[in-house]
């Protein structure tokens, strides 16, 4: 199945060939992440020397308006829309902290968990993971 990423502000579509591009911030430093679009998957591509460590709060903007990406969830997320060919669409809610491996998917009828470090984002709802693996 194949997923689009957008982001919420200019509607850019942030995969424009295979992997999700975001403008990532971490202090003072700032380049361009490469994520895998697949939920689960969790490899990152980070500029060499960025001094990314476990546990670094990236602060994430869209790579064409700069909005920031930050989730009205809390500030140790990030959010961006998504649609599948499949027809759904919602957002995607992924933790900002390195390391931590938790994405949300929010659609219309359901919220769909992924990453080991699911469960630390289910305060937000008060419902369980619905895992989906
Ligand atoms: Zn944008």
Redesign the pocket.
């Known amino acids: 199945m194949k997923r689009t990423y957008a ?1 919420p ?4 579509v942030l995969n424009p060939n295979v992997k999700i591009v975001l403008r990532a911030r971490l202090k003072k430093r700032t380049g361009l992440f490469l994520f895998s679009p697949k939920p689960g998957n969790y490899d990152v591509f980070v500029p060499q020397g960025f001094g990314l460590e476990k546990g670094h709060r990236v602060e994430f903007a ?1 790579p ?4 920031d990406l930050t989730s009205s969830k809390g500030k140790n997320w990030a959010e961006i829309l998504f649609s599948s060919s499949s027809g759904a669409r919602g957002s995607v809610i992924f933790s900002k902290i390195y390391g931590s491996h938790a994405t949300c998917f929010i659609t219309e009828e359901k919220v769909r968990w992924y990453g080991e470090d699911a469960r630390e984002c289910t305060n937000f709802w008060g419902a369980g993971p619905d895992r989906d693996q």
Do not use: D, F
């Open positions: 982001c502000h200019c509607n850019a869209c064409v308006c700069g909005a």
